[in-house]
């Protein structure tokens, strides 16, 4: 079976749909129960296995999860503490509850009604797409285009992007 999925609508203008049509028309061709949701760039931490996912799956109130993450910055194993931050990344597959946030950038990982009922868990992701400057330069001149006015984001979170000598060793057990 073909499990490629292309889209070539403009990320900043449409991201709530492109998300929302992968969903629809693509995952739930596969009818799953819970669907993990990260970017190429993130990675859970060593301790989240298939055990682990089906544990928080098979509790029955539960329908989403929050993770916490690691914004990595710099160099390998080092991280931006005050940029980590908890965001979705594994919920139950809902047919009627796929509609994510309707804005152009920050639209979220995961559907919008199942963000808001998310559960914290006690695990973490790792996200690299900020670890070099010029991906954090390249993000800034998106994030200008996409939302110049500040409305999903305030201007002093993009302008910390450019920041350097902010990374700290990061450890799993602190």
């Known amino acids: ?3 490629i999925y292309y889209d ?21 061709s596969f009818n799953p129960d ?6 190429a760039d993130e990675i859970f931490e060593e301790r989240v296995t298939r055990a682990v ?17 690691i914004e990595m910055w710099d160099k390998p194993g080092h991280h931006r503490p005050d940029y980590n931050f908890e965001d979705t ?17 920050h639209c979220g990982m995961i559907p919008a009604d199942l963000h808001r009922w998310a559960t914290r868990s006690d695990y973490i992701f790792y996200h690299y797409g900020l670890m070099k400057k010029k991906d954090r330069v390249r993000k800034v001149e998106r994030y200008k285009q996409y939302d110049s006015k500040n ?6 979170w993009y302008e910390g992007l450019l920041q350097e000598g902010v990374a700290v060793k ?5």
């Open 151 to 156: 409305i999903y984001l305030p201007k002093a």
């Open 53 to 69: 996912l089906e544990e928080l799956a098979s509790k029955p109130h539960d329908i989403a999860y929050f993770f916490w993450c």
């Open 8 to 28: 070539n609508r403009e990320w900043g203008k449409f991201q709530p749909y492109i998300k929302e049509d992968l969903v629809k028309k693509h995952v739930a």
């Open 170 to 174: 990061f450890d799993l057990n602190e």
């Open 34 to 39: 819970w669907v993990i949701s990260l970017d």
């Open 1 to 3: 079976t073909n499990n």
């Open 89 to 105: 990344r594994f919920y139950k597959f809902v047919p009627d509850k796929l509609d994510y946030y309707r804005q152009p950038v």
